[in-house]
Each structure stands twice: as C-alpha cells, then as structure tokens.
C-alpha cells in the first residue's frame, strides 16, 4: 500500500509508503535525533525530526540506531522495547506499529546523567491519514 | 607577624565596619594548605568540610591562659552572632591546636563544652603536629598564643586577618564575614538534593529501629578516626571522570592493602592511586600511621593504578609488593625486610605489557612452595592522546567495548620461577582468559587441593578455570556457573554457612547501570523488564541480575543463594569479609557508592545471624550516614570552560521528580565565574584488620576522588572480646601459606578461614586471620590444611587473645 502526498510542493511528490517505514535515530550529545529520507522526483530528501518520530499504524518499522559518541539505551516501555545505540556499532530496531498512541521514548547515556531529560523523546503511532499529515508538515518545515 | 598579614590588617582596618555602602571586595592574600584533623567530637575534617563555607580561623590551647584564650571567648561570642545573624548565615568557624597532645580526649570535650562549641558552626581542630604546624603557623600564619582572627572565603582563600583583641574586633570581623558571606556563591550540587538526601533519615531510623531484634552482636560502635591518623591521602580522579565526567572504567578506583613491611609487628597501609601518587603508611601504633612512601622507594606516580598486593614472593619472610596500573605497565617491589624496596619489575619479567591491569592475585598454583601471579586485564578503554595529568584519555563508549573484540586484552599469568624471577604462562598453562576482567580470586571449588580461579567480568560472564594439575587450567565456567552476574566487580572466599566448605560472594555494580533504582530498592534485584537490552549483553543472556552469594554445596556444586542471604545491596564496588563483632562467623562490608552526577549510597555491612542470613547493619554500627555525604568534584571557570555542561546551565542539578519539560530545562542561564560542583562521596575498596592491635577488627576504606575513612571500632572497649590471631609460615608451602584452610574448634563448634590473601577490592594482603570466639574464653583446637597437602593440628586449650605463629612442619 502506498499514499501520494498532495502537493510537490511540500517536498516529497513520490508516494510516501506507510507500509514500512525507515526512520534514521541519532542519540548524539544525549539527545535523540530522528530524520526521514523522503522520495521526491529530483531524489532522496532527509527530513530531521529532532525528538519525535511518527509512524503509521500497520506499518513495519525499521529504526536504525546509531550514536557518534556516548552509549545510550534506546527503551519504549509502552511498546516493550529496549535496544541500545553506540559508536561504531550500528543496530536495526524492528517492530509493527499496531497500536495508535503517543509512546514515550527515553534515552540513558549507560553510566551518565539519569534522568536527563533531554534524552526523552516520543514515538507516536498515528493513523495513516493522520501520519501524511505529519510528514508534510515535517517536510515544509524542514525547507 | 608577617608583612603581609600586616598589609592585610591594614586593608581591613580601612574598609571599616560600615554596613551603608557597599563593602569593597577584601583582596586575596593567600590560600589555606590542604589538611585532614578532627573535631572535638573525633569527627574528621579537612579542607573540602570548609569549602563552600566563608569561615573564621584561630589558634587555640585548652591550656592557653594568654591572648588565645580571650580570643576563643570572642570566638565564642561569634559563633552565638553566626546563630542569629542572617547576614551570617552558613558562617563557620574553626580554631586549630597549638598543643595536639594536650587538645584531644576528655580535655578537649570539657574545652569545648566550657565553650558552648557546637561542631556544626564552631569546630575545635586538632591532630598530627605536623599537619597543625603546616596549617596554622606556615598557612594561616597563626601562632601559639594568637590574638589573631583569619577570615577565609567559600574558595579556602585567605581574605583578611585582624586583630582579635582590639576593641572594635567584633564589628571589624562580623563586617569582613558578612562582605565575604556576600559574595555570589559559587557551588552547584549534581544531583539537586545529594547533601541532604530525603530518604536518609528513615533508612537509618528504619535499621536502627530493627536492632531490636537482631540477634547477632551489634552493642558496638565505628568512628572515623581518619583526622587524627595522620593519613592525608586522596585518590585522585583522572582527568575524565575528575574533570570532564564521561563514563569509563576509570571510576572503579584504586585499591588498599595491608602488610607489615617492616617487621616491627604492626601493619602497615598502601593505597594505589590513580591521577596522583601511591602512598605507603608505617603504623605507629595507636591508630597513628607516618608517610614512608619515599624512603621506602614504593612511590608510584604519573600512571594510573588500580590493584596493590603485598605477597612474599621470594619466601624470605617479608612482604613484597605489586601494584597494577593501566598502559603505562604494572611495577613489582621486592622488600629488603626492613620497609626499603627495590623496582625488579624488568628482571621479574612482569612489566611491559601495556594493558589496562587491574586485579591482582598471587596464589601458588603448581604447588612447588612459589607464590604466581594472576593479573586480570580489562580491556582497551582508553585512545591515544593523554591529558596533562599524564593519563591516557579514556574513549566514550568504554562500556560497550566488549562488543569490539580487537578492544579485549588477555589477562596474564605468571608463573614464579624463583629469585625473583616469573615467566608469562598464560599460553601454556591453558588460562587464557579475555573477557572484561577487573578482579579474581582463587579458591579450591572441588577440594582435591589445588587452587582453581574464578575470574569476574565486568561486562559479560563470569569464567572459572579449575586448575587440573601439571600447571593446567581447564575453562568450567557454565558448567559449574549456569548463571553469574554480569557487570562482577569484587569477590571474596568465605564460609557463610559454617559448613567448613569454600563459599563465593561477588559483587555486581555494572548492573546497577541498566536502570535506575530507587534508595528503597537497593536491596532488590534488578527487573529482567529493565535489565540491559539482550542485544548489549553479548552473552546468552542467564545473569544473577546483582550480587550472587555461591554456597558451596560439595566439589564444584554452588547454589545461588543471594536473596536468601539477604547480601544484595547498591551499587557496589568490592566486599571485604571480617569478623566484626568476633562471634566467630564472617561479616561482609561492602564498599559502596558512585559519585558525580548520581545520587548518594553508603558502603554496607551485613552481620552473618549464625550462618542463617546477613542483616544489613551500617547506621547501627556508626559506619553511614557520613557527617557530610558530598565531595568537592570539579573546579571550573566558566569563563574559561564554555562548553562544559555545569556552565552552558544545561547541566542542571538533577531530580527525580522533575516534571519540566526539556524545552524548559533548555532555557536555564548560563553560569560564570569560578564554579565549584559537588558531588556524592562514595567507596571503592576497603581492607579490615586489627589497626589499634586493640583485638577487634578496624576497617579502612578507599573514597574515589577522596580521602580514605579509617573506620576504629570500640568493641574490644565495651567489654570482653574473645579472639585468635593466626599467623601461618610455611615452609614446602609458600611461606605466607596463601592457600591454606584453618578450621578452629571452639565452644563445640567449627568456623573456617581460608587464608587466600583477598582482604578486598583490588587488595591482597599479609596479615593474621582472625578469628573470633563468642562467648568462649578459649579454643579447643587449631587445624590447618597446608597447600602442600600437610595437616597440622594446634591442640588446646589456646587461650582468647593469643596471637598464635603456626609453622609447617
């Protein structure tokens, strides 16, 4: 299954897949950063989404996790996920996004600052509909 | 009176006493030396108690009848103005002894009380000569018989002195405190609230209110003595951890070992340091230790150190020592018998080698009457480039290296050729061990004699390799260890039970880093729910999810039986196993605690209740709460150090329930200035011994970043205390008969000591087992087990007290 965004104008002209997503995660200087690499017809466009990642439900979800500098756990409680990002030790977090809800994502440098909160974010499972939204308001800010 | 005090007196004089205007800022005109003394409550003090504070300095003598004791009256009148003034408030103040041997005791209470000295605002100072001497008359430029009064600002700078006697002294020094008192504070607490822990009060009421119905003996008492021991050695953190926190295997810390290196009979205290130097403590005797590190040619420093073990390596009677230390290669002293000692690390054979050592253990392991040497290796956490202090800079992601195999690096065995001389065995004897290794002990696991080592990880499984004869180590790690801790970091050999079998307690901290447990929760395991994803763990994932207690049940069959024991505790570093309140079972203490930016957690002591459980006895016995549980940390200038988190304000103290959001974390200010920030005290290893040779168990602890706690214990002061002292010389064993089995028969029954030479985290040491009685004012017999194979038996009746020489046959 594949939806077409409305409008070029917005970035992305090609059909945005909702039945997987790739979600590049980026736990750098204690902070999550998450960016979408969108189809547009002049090519590939990334599209930074700093603490917050959607997804859509029914969709597979491929998070690929890395880290520049420190160790960081990667956990979504709600969704029962823990994984973890490091230097020069990339991973794929892998899941099916099947319940609609705003996840809290947390983020623990191993051994650092607890409860830093800078290294929250959220992981939100919209609907489909509500998820194209997202992504184009995503892709018109990041222009 | 020097010139400058003049100069400063006079710049003091012309500021005036007016509180109309704004007060000048009073010039810097010195800096107080670092010291470590006590209070009239023996409490130790040293410079970091007072930094923070603007505080008020005088000399002082109970036996002055001059100028200082109108002095300590306007003192006195001071500290009543410090109570009510709000312009005051958090003023200290403290006077140092002139006359230590007559300021101390009885005397200085009755002083004090005379005084209306209360130790909280107003501390009477006294301790070594020689420290007072370099404090007061070389630092504060106080001598016997002052009428001076120093005021010293939050930083521990002198800012003015002034003339105690002049009629004016009290507007003119009230003025000079209030000015400093106003100045812009400069100290951040990370986390919010770690001075002041709000769980602390109920936990230490909790356990006190539970001595009630605790069996086994607690009618006693520790104190700190540190102040008055002379010992003023601080582990000093490395750059990366002391300066710029990143997490690494730096912040385990260093060890401490005892052996008399001297043989005047009294033992003697080395302490491995890590961005500063070694130090070797003589015991004076009396709880007094002097500093003979350089004229015993054992000062280490410019490398990074972690293990320190005394062991004789050449059975000539005396302790030699090692001490392991990171890259930079680990440095072998042989002892002349007399407290000098000789670097032989190249002729030994055991230096060189680069790694990032750790733990040490000398156990004879072929049998042949020579101690060899097992240092475990860690792993490569740290890059190229060195800060100035002259250590390797440590990588950022230190804890996930045993996910990169080129990172590991083999532990080493070394197997003692005689005359000081080792040979690398590692390869040959089978024992090639590469995991995460910061500690090992050895222990007899299947009772055919010889020594099998079980080596921790600190990031991964524990191993055991049962020593199978002809120098052979064979790998029974799962088989014999279905389940161990992941993140081990100390271990000690003991008979919990009294069963006369070799039981195994090993700590676990790594895992203390997968979540984040409340202070109420220090006593459980962690949840498998929160535990290190199974991605990170690189095993197959069968761990004890903290501590594990191994009770030996017969040849190479342990249960696991933490819980039951009731040994699990937070955070911990390495346990040490005494008798504590010698009633003839094991007790445990446990160096605890982790420093910037977590929360405070005390060291523990579990008493053994009679081989049924361990009860947890710390604010019972005097150990916790510190009297002040937070440690100077980092200096910074944030006009220098922009990008430090403390000073961009993004580093914000931490709470647990803070509800703000990051956008409003993010809009902190920035903070300028000189910035002192602060952090939790915490243990790392620990050593219990008889340091009064007043025949109860003192104990002494190593603080990371910090002064040690020299623990003395009045037991022996409250009543009959009944003991053995046990010193072993072998003779076809290893002269300091490290490997051998002591099963003393008193009042019926049997208690089992086993002379492996472990005294605690990243320590071995040569001194008598202990062991105590109970009620019996006698033992009925000595049994020892020679690693030789030989038995001896003592028989009785030895009289409580003895301290007994057993020779082998």
Not at chain 2, 177 to 184: K, R, Y
Not at chain 2, 205 to 217: D, F
Not at chain 2, 682 to 687: D, E, H, K, N, Y
């Amino acid at each position: 299954m594949a939806l077409l965004l409305s409008s070029a104008a917005c970035g992305p002209d090609l059909p945005v897949p909702v039945d997987v997503v790739n979600v590049r995660l980026v736990a750098q200087d204690r902070s999550w950063h998450a960016s979408y690499v969108l189809a547009t017809s002049a090519g590939g466009v990334e599209v930074p989404t700093g603490r917050e990642l959607h997804v859509p439900l029914g969709a597979g979800v491929h998070l690929a996790l890395s880290s520049p500098d420190f160790i960081s756990t990667f956990t979504v409680d709600d969704l029962d996920l823990r994984h973890f990002a490091a230097p020069d030790l990339p991973s794929q977090v892998t899941f099916f996004a099947d319940r609609v809800g705003r996840h809290e994502l947390r983020g623990d440098e191993l051994c650092g600052r607890p409860h830093d909160a800078r290294a929250r974010g959220w992981l939100v499972i919209d609907r489909p509909a509500d998820y194209q939204t997202w992504v184009r308001r995503q892709a018109r800010e990041a222009r | 009176m020097t010139v400058r005090t003049v100069i400063s007196m006079v710049i003091a004089a012309a500021m005036g006493a007016s509180g109309c205007r704004r007060a000048e800022p009073l010039p810097v005109v010195g800096e107080v030396p670092a010291f470590v003394l006590e209070d009239q409550t023996q409490q130790p003090v040293d410079l970091g108690d007072l930094r923070g504070s603007v505080w008020a300095a005088t000399s002082f003598s109970t036996r002055c009848t001059g100028p200082c004791a109108t002095v300590a009256d306007h003192m006195a009148t001071l500290a009543k103005a410090v109570a009510a003034a709000p312009a005051l408030k958090a003023v200290k103040l403290a006077s140092f002894s002139t006359d230590p041997d007559a300021d101390s005791g009885d005397a200085l209470g009755q002083y004090a009380r005379g005084h209306g000295a209360d130790p909280a605002r107003w501390m009477l100072l006294t301790g070594p000569q020689e420290t007072l001497q370099r404090v007061v008359r070389d630092g504060l430029h106080l001598p016997a018989d002052s009428r001076s009064i120093v005021v010293v600002d939050r930083q521990g700078r002198i800012r003015g002195t002034f003339d105690g006697l002049a009629a004016d002294w009290e507007a003119r020094v009230r003025a000079a405190l209030e000015n400093l008192n106003g100045e812009p504070a400069t100290d951040v607490f990370v986390p919010a609230g770690v001075r002041e822990p709000w769980w602390l009060a109920s936990k230490a009421k909790t356990q006190q209110a539970s001595a009630a119905q605790l069996a086994a003996r607690h009618d006693f008492h520790f104190t700190d003595r540190l102040g008055a021991s002379g010992i003023t050695f601080k582990l000093q953190a490395s750059t990366d951890v002391g300066r710029f926190y990143t997490a690494n295997h730096y912040d385990h810390g260093t060890g401490v070992a005892v052996a008399d290196v001297d043989g005047d009979g009294r033992l003697d205290l080395y302490f491995a340091n890590q961005a500063g130097a070694s130090a070797l403590y003589r015991n004076l005797g009396g709880g007094r230790f002097e500093d003979i590190t350089e004229r015993s040619g054992t000062r280490v420093n410019g490398r990074a150190c972690t293990g320190v073990a005394f062991a004789d390596i050449d059975n000539d009677g005396d302790a030699d020592l090692f001490v392991s230390c990171v890259r930079q290669g680990s440095l072998l002293f042989q002892n002349d018998g007399h407290g000098r000692f000789t670097d032989i690390t190249a002729s030994a054979g055991v230096g060189g080698f680069g790694t990032h050592s750790s733990g040490v253990v000398f156990f004879d392991y072929d049998g042949d009457g020579l101690l060899d040497l097992f240092v475990t290796n860690v792993g490569k956490y740290t890059r190229e480039e060195r800060w100035d202090d002259g250590l390797y800079a440590a990588v950022r992601d230190a804890f996930a290296g045993h996910l990169h195999p080129d990172r590991s690096e083999t532990s080493l065995l070394f197997h003692n050729l005689g005359h000081g001389r080792f040979e690398n065995a590692t390869q040959k004897s089978g024992l090639v061990h590469a995991a995460w290794s910061g500690e090992a002990t050895a222990l007899d696991a299947d009772g055919d004699g010889r020594q099998d080592l079980y080596v921790l990880s600190m990031q991964g499984h524990d191993e055991f390799w049962r020593n199978a004869g002809g120098g052979r180590f064979e790998r029974r790690s799962r088989q014999v260890f279905p389940a161990t801790p992941w993140g081990s970091m100390g271990a000690q050999v003991l008979d919990w039970n009294g069963d006369g079998r070799p039981d195994l307690y090993v700590t676990d901290m790594h895992t203390d880093m997968s979540s984040d447990l409340q202070p109420e929760e220090d006593a459980r395991k962690h949840d498998p729910k929160t535990f290190f994803p199974a991605d990170f763990l690189g095993t197959d994932g069968h761990h004890v999810l903290g501590n594990a207690l191994f009770t030996n049940t017969g040849p190479l069959t342990f249960v696991e039986e933490s819980d039951k024991a009731g040994v699990e505790t937070g955070w911990p570093w390495g346990p040490s196993v005494g008798d504590l309140n010698a009633d003839g079972w094991p007790d445990i203490f446990v160096a605890a605690g982790m420093n910037y930016p977590f929360r405070y957690r005390g060291s523990d002591v579990l008493l053994n209740d009679g081989g049924r459980r361990f009860v947890p006895a710390e604010y019972i016995l005097g150990i916790e709460p510190r009297r002040r549980l937070v440690v100077p940390w980092m200096e910074l200038d944030c006009d220098a150090d922009v990008k430090q988190d403390i000073c961009t304000g993004e580093q914000e103290p931490l709470l647990a329930e803070d509800t703000r959001t990051p956008e409003q974390r993010h809009k902190i200010q920035p903070r300028h200035g000189h910035i002192t920030a602060w952090a939790a005290r915490a243990s790392r290893s620990a050593v219990i011994f008889d340091l009064d040779d007043d025949g109860d168990l003192d104990i002494v602890t190593t603080n990371y970043g910090d002064l040690p706690q020299v623990f003395i214990s009045d037991l022996s002061q409250r009543g009959d205390v009944h003991f053995l002292k046990v010193k072993l010389v072998g003779r076809r064993s290893n002269r300091d008969g490290i490997g051998a089995v002591v099963a003393v028969r008193a009042n019926g029954r049997t208690q089992t000591l086993f002379n492996d030479g472990k005294t605690g985290y990243l320590a071995q040491g040569v001194m008598p087992l202990y062991a105590g009685l109970g009620g019996a004012t006698q033992a009925d017999s000595i049994a020892v087990t020679w690693p030789s194979g030989r038995q001896q038996t003592v028989r009785g009746p030895i009289q409580s007290g003895t301290v007994l020489t057993i020779r082998e046959p």
